[in-house]
């Protein structure tokens, strides 16, 4: 099983991210929801992503799971105000970078856009 939780509620706070196994999109999740996939044991990349804006993501999440584990990816924030109160400051090489198709490196943006933390455990768990 894949369970995604949304907890920020700041960042992205109106926007749906579509869960990705590969690059298959196998649904979708608002702001401040819980969802949980059934997908089967084995090797994934798993990655969320916001469709509305090009190629604002979560890093590629590997997972390995056996049968009877859950995934568990959390959104998190982004550092807080001050991050947000830098992203002006990465806008102009935001832009260069979009441009030219590359990622954007700027020492004022945080990437990757979507923050997430990753717990694989061992049973799963009602509830």
């Known amino acids: 099983m894949l369970t995604i939780k949304r907890r920020t509620w700041l960042q992205d706070a109106v926007r749906i991210y579509k869960v990705l196994i590969g690059e298959?999109?196998?649904?979708?999740?608002?702001?401040?929801r819980t969802k949980t996939?059934?997908?089967?044991?084995?090797k994934h990349t798993i990655r969320l992503a916001m469709p509305t804006t090009g190629r604002s993501s979560s890093a590629l999440i590997d997972i390995e799971l056996k049968t009877?584990?859950?995934?568990?990816?959390?959104?998190?924030?982004?550092?807080?105000?001050?991050?947000?109160m830098k992203l002006p400051l990465a806008m102009p090489e935001g832009a260069a970078a979009l441009a030219e198709g590359r990622p954007i490196d700027s020492r004022y943006?945080?990437?990757p856009w979507i923050h997430v933390a990753v717990h694989v455990t061992d049973a799963v768990h009602d509830g």
């Open 37 to 42: 996939f059934p997908i089967a044991s084995g």
């Open 24 to 32: 298959v999109v196998i649904g979708s999740i608002g702001p401040l």
């Open 109 to 111: 943006y945080e990437g």
């Open 68 to 84: 009877g584990q859950q995934c568990v990816v959390q959104t998190v924030r982004r550092g807080g105000l001050a991050s947000f």
